[in-house]
């Protein structure tokens, strides 16, 4: 048998996120009324994860704009500007969203509601917290209080874990 036949070719990935869906991503952190994201079903790890890529791609398309190659990659780079961007136009200071909260406009997501999730979005965003917050309040509370159960589980799992290392530590 020849060796290149029996020898597998990495194929290459399928994309999980549509373009359309990386758009709907991007205005939901821009602004709690954006689009959320409804074209599939992703998890927490795969939503956050794909915001740290397009994070990425946009401090190196904003170095390079030579990177910025069809329409898609520029409707992306001007709402990732808006977020992650020097100006950073859109999106208000803590001290506006302070104003904002004495002034009664406040946010239509009850947060202690989820603490478990914004455990999470406080640790892993702790730069841009707000930024967070107002994406994940355009994902719709059913959503909220599926990632929070999901974090409630994971958090529980690692304590069992926790309490199962010690046990062993002690023995």
Not at 6 to 34: C, H, W, Y
Not at 118 to 134: D, H, I, L, N, P
Request: hydrophobic share 30%; with cysteine.
């Amino acid at each position: 048998m020849n060796r290149r036949s029996a020898s597998k070719v990495p194929s290459k990935p399928t994309r999980l996120f549509t373009q359309k869906d990386e758009i709907d991503l991007l205005n939901s952190l821009l602004n709690s009324s954006g689009n959320p994201i409804c074209g599939g079903d992703f998890s927490e790890a795969q939503i956050r994860d794909k915001i740290r890529r397009l994070k990425q791609k946009y401090h190196k398309q904003a170095r390079s704009k030579s990177s910025i190659k069809t329409p898609h990659d520029r409707e992306a780079y001007e709402l990732a500007r808006k977020i992650w961007g020097p100006k950073k136009t859109r999106i208000p200071s803590p001290t506006t969203l302070d104003d904002a909260k004495k002034e009664g406009s406040e946010s239509r997501v009850n947060w202690s509601s989820y603490p478990f999730l914004m455990r999470q979005v406080s640790w892993a965003f702790s730069g841009s917290y707000e930024v967070y917050k107002q994406g994940l309040e355009g994902l719709g509370e059913d959503v909220l209080k599926g990632f929070d159960e999901k974090w409630m589980e994971l958090e529980k799992e690692e304590a069992a874990l926790e309490a199962r290392r010690a046990q062993l530590l002690h023995n």
